[in-house]
């Protein structure tokens, strides 16, 4: 039991090296480009904070989902709903989660690399991504300016592509075929 508790802290200390190394950096080319260009720095350093202010709500909704689902749902769970034995229902409710989140695509890579680390197929992430496309909200936007058939097919096609890349993806990813594909 003690040495797994010491490769856990040895682990979180390389974590904490590698995840300080980002900042650091930044601080020094921001530090020098102060010194070198300063009429250049002061618009890069407003446009790094603007960037890091429009992120910050993302964000922080992001890993209170993480949070909710860490305290909620376990890998078994995970595994059931979105992981290779999870079929039809699991590929059916990643096709949704795709289709009702907002924000953008950048905040929610955290959640699903932790949702994929608790057992979730490959499939379903592709899945998920892909539906991102399909947003209702837009659909009578798009109905208005191309007509409502053409929105049809194609919101049915980018459903029905999700998930024939999901599984052409678990197999590139040397996965065996999901159930959803049988």
Same mark, same amino acid.
């Given at each position: ?24 950096? !930044? *601080? ?7 010194? =070198?260009? @300063?009429?250049? +720095? $002061?618009?890069? %350093? ?45 590929? !059916? *409710? ?7 989140? =907002?924000? @953008?695509?950048? +905040? $929610?890579?955290? %959640? ?55 599984? =052409? ?14």
């Amino acid at each position: 039991m003690n040495w797994k508790n010491e490769q856990k802290q040895s682990g979180m200390r390389q974590y904490l090296k590698v995840s300080i190394f980002f900042p650091i950096l !930044v *601080l020094v080319l921001y530090s020098i480009l102060f010194l =070198v260009m @300063p009429d250049k +720095a $002061w618009p890069a %350093l407003k446009n790094s904070v603007s960037i890091l202010q429009s992120l910050l709500i993302p964000l922080c909704l992001v890993f209170g989902l993480i949070f909710l689902i860490n305290l909620f749902l376990n890998p078994a769970k995970v595994a059931k709903y979105l992981g290779r034995t999870s079929g039809l229902k699991g590929a !059916v *409710l990643s096709a949704i989660a795709g289709v009702i989140s =907002v924000g @953008p695509i950048y +905040a $929610w890579y955290p %959640l699903l690399k932790d949702i994929k680390e608790k057992g979730a197929a490959d499939s379903s992430i592709a899945i998920f991504l892909n539906n991102r496309a399909v947003k209702p909200f837009l659909l009578p936007i798009m109905i208005a300016y191309f007509g409502l058939l053409f929105v049809i097919v194609l919101t049915v096609l980018m459903i029905v592509a999700s998930f024939a890349i999901g599984y =052409v993806l678990s197999i590139f990813m040397g996965i065996d075929k999901p159930k959803c594909a049988d």
